[in-house]
């Protein structure tokens, strides 16, 4: 069987470049992408020769142009996606009050953080369901867990939230296509946005998103899950 195709949104850095190494060490051909093209094809070329092979494109998720470029360039390449990981994401807002935030901060968050992972499963769906086969993971937070939801991290927290709603929704419109979607925190992670005093390292946050994507087809589907043990929404 030909290799599985799996791709990642904001992988040049943190926890997506850490899932692409894992997925190429699994065997999936890999699409690592990044706003920024430079820095994309720098940590590409750091995988190039493992695995089954990366290859590189650009994607803004807050850009629907540039959407839908990286769907044509998968469509004519591999004429196929199984596994989409929506990882790339924005303002850990640490700093924001929720009675008086800075507005622009929430509408940046909400643009990246939903309908970017949105546009991304609208724009890639029909590519899986071709197949009817596929893994979509959001990779969320339990920032955005309600059952244990405080004030701080306003912009960051709502939107994650959202992301788990639209990762129900999105499971029970594909129910029946043998699509698995489903949201994941990867834990508190020493990158950029987890920072230093972090616990976790990327391999240990990576491996959670890994477990989402290599579920059997009988696997859970619409869930929210850490290290494989469900969290509570
Ligand atoms: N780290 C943690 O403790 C933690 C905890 C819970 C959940 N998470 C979640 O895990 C995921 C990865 O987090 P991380 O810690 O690896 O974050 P990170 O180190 O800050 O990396 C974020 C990545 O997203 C990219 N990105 C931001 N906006 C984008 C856009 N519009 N289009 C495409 N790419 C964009 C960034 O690209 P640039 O380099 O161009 O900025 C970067 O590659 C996120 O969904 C985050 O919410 C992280």
């Known amino acids: 069987m030909s290799p599985r195709i799996a791709l990642v949104t904001g992988a040049n850095r943190g926890i997506g470049l850490e899932t692409c190494r894992q997925l190429l060490a699994a065997g999936y051909r890999v699409v690592l ?15 190039e020769g493992t695995g089954s092979g990366i290859a590189f494109h650009q994607l803004d998720v807050d850009n629907p142009d540039s959407i839908s470029a990286l769907a044509e360039f998968v469509g004519s390449e591999f004429g196929r996606l199984d596994v989409l990981i929506n990882n790339a ?8 009050r929720v009675i008086a935030p800075d507005f ?14 949105w546009r991304m499963c609208a724009a890639f769906l029909p590519l899986m369901r071709k197949n009817r086969w596929g893994r979509i993971v959001n990779v969320s937070s339990g920032s955005g867990s309600l059952h ?13 939230a ?26 508190w992670v020493r990158t950029d946005m987890g920072g230093a005093g972090a616990p976790r390292s990327v391999s240990q946050g990576a491996a959670s998103i890994m477990w989402a994507v290599e579920l059997p087809d009988d696997g859970p589907t619409g869930g929210f899950f850490r290290d ?6």
């Not at 992408?33 to 995988?47: I, Y």
């Not at 994401?89 to 924001?96: M, S």
Request: proline share 4%; hydrophobic share 40%.
């Open 33 to 47: 992408t990044s706003r920024n093209s430079t820095k994309g094809q720098e940590a590409a070329r750091k995988l």
């Open 89 to 96: 994401a924005i303002h850990y807002d640490t700093g924001q």
């Open 104 to 117: 622009g901060i929430v509408e940046e968050a909400i643009a990246t953080n939903l309908l970017g992972p």
């Open 148 to 160: 244990s939801m405080g004030s701080e991290t306003p912009a960051y927290g709502v939107a994650k």
């Open 162 to 187: 959202a992301l788990n709603a639209l990762t129900i929704k999105l499971a029970k419109a594909v129910a029946r296509d043998g699509i698995l979607v489903n949201a994941v925190c990867p834990g």
């Open 228 to 233: 494989g043990k469900r969290v509570e929404w």
